[in-house]
Every structure is written in structure tokens, then in C-alpha cells.
């Protein structure tokens, strides 16, 4: 993959296969840049911790390798890699690679990302970029917690 490459990856709600989103990042950028632009695809703040991970589905997903988690950049005692240096490139390999990203560990939001293709940037367009939006995103926060701040 050259540095003016990008991946076109679909994000989709893990058990809403309805929910998705197509989104065109630059290769060479960090699964730290690819979480914000999944997170902002959503419609969500991009306030708590995240990781990615190789294993799909199950129990022991965070156990998976490799796995990328924001708590390696964090400092704290992990086998995970760092998100903040490891490149899309890097931990999507080709098409058809697949990981799970897992955002705000206590809400559990939960996203399989899949690489559907790469592509060359293209001069004067600005990544990340939304391609598609499918179906409607979920609330962030449920009604019980902004009930709570009343």
C-alpha cells in the first residue's frame, strides 16, 4: 500500500446488520484516527476508551491477537498494541480484513469494521469522509441518564 493510499472500510452495528456505515480513511493514518471517524459516523462523542480486535465474537474477545487498545497509550501494564502508533495499513492488511472495534467499555458499543476496498486519495478531498449511511444510529445515551442530570 503506497502513503497517498486509502482503505474503505464498513462499520457495522455487531447484531444490527442494518446499521452501517462506509467510510474512506487514508492508509497511512492511525486506528486512532480510524476510531474517531467511526465514532463521528455514528453520530456519537468520541469521550471514552476503545480498542480493536481480532476475534469477532465470544467471551474472550479482549484476550484476541493482536489487539490494539488506547490503554497501551495510556501507560498501563497490556499485551495490546498502541492505537496511537499503529497505522490502518498495518492492522488491515487487505480486503476482507475484519476486526472488532469496541467503544466505551461500560456502554459496550460494539462495531465490526471490514475492509470492502482501497483506493488512491484523491487531491483536494478531505479524509476521513463518510461514502454511505445506512440506517438510523442508536442514541449515544439513553433516555436514563440524561433523566438522571435533571
Do not use: N
Not at 475492509?115 to 454511505?132: D, E, H, M, N
Request: hydrophobic residues 40%; without cysteine; glycine residues 8%.
Amino acid at each position: 500500500m503506497t502513503e497517498a493510499g486509502t482503505h474503505i472500510v464498513r462499520v457495522v452495528l455487531q447484531g444490527e446488520p442494518t446499521i452501517y456505515r462506509e467510510i474512506e480513511v487514508e492508509s497511512r493514518k492511525t486506528l486512532s484516527d480510524l476510531a474517531e471517524a467511526i465514532v463521528h459516523s455514528f453520530g456519537f462523542e468520541f469521550d471514552h476508551a476503545f480498542g480493536f480486535y481480532s476475534k469477532l465474537t465470544g467471551q474472550d474477545v479482549m484476550r484476541s491477537q493482536p489487539r490494539y487498545e488506547l490503554f497501551a497509550d495510556m501507560g498501563e501494564a497490556t499485551e495490546a498494541k498502541s492505537v496511537e502508533k499503529s497505522r490502518i495499513a498495518d492492522a488491515f492488511p487487505d480486503v476482507g480484513h475484519k476486526m472488532l472495534f469496541m467503544f466505551d467499555y461500560g456502554d459496550d458499543w460494539r462495531f465490526v469494521v471490514e475492509v470492502i476496498g482501497l483506493g488512491q486519495k484523491v487531491a483536494k478531498t478531505r479524509y476521513p469522509k463518510v461514502l454511505k449511511k445506512v440506517g438510523k444510529a442508536p442514541e449515544q445515551y439513553g433516555a436514563w441518564e440524561e433523566e438522571e442530570d435533571s
